[in-house]
């Protein structure tokens, strides 16, 4: 099954917003040619980080979850992963290495209760929780979090 990551309205206006302002800013500086060049660069590296990281799909078979991203994929076999449950970030969340809005939440987070986890979504509300065997926990987003929890659980206790 396919679940779209919904993003909320904050991701949208922040996206857009920063790419309005990268593009204001090397309008800016366009007499300056290096100038432009290293304010575009710099400007450049979330953008091209998201294309890697930022939440668009989550593809779950029998055998493996895969989060989806423009560029990237990571599957993660359904026997390393020992529970799915229904999760909430709290406004105690910490980014570690992570964007707080740019193209979704994506990258290392931490709570106090449950401790580093990669958060791949794109609004708060509708999350899973991913617990694997190894210890690593990985959030994700979903329109649809119930059907995705009850999905990945039919087929952890298949095996």
Do not use: H
């Amino acid at each position: 099954m396919t679940y779209k990551v919904p993003y909320s309205k904050f991701c949208i206006i922040f996206t857009l917003s920063f790419i309005v302002m990268m593009a204001c800013v090397a309008f800016m500086t366009r007499g300056d040619l290096w100038m432009c060049i290293t304010v575009s660069a710099l400007l450049a590296i979330p953008l091209v980080a998201s294309f890697f990281f930022a939440p668009v799909k989550i593809v779950v078979t029998a055998s493996s979850v895969t989060l989806c991203s423009p560029l990237w994929r990571r599957s993660i076999p359904m026997n390393r992963i020992a529970s799915a449950e229904p999760f909430q970030p709290t406004m105690g969340t910490q980014r570690i290495c992570a964007s707080g809005g740019f193209m979704g939440y994506w990258g290392i987070f931490a709570e106090r209760d449950l401790g580093r986890f990669f958060g791949f979504f794109g609004k708060a509300s509708g999350c899973v929780l991913l617990r694997l065997t190894d210890g690593s926990k990985y959030v994700t987003g979903s329109k649809d979090p119930a059907s995705l929890c009850a999905f990945i659980t039919s087929s952890l206790t298949a095996r």
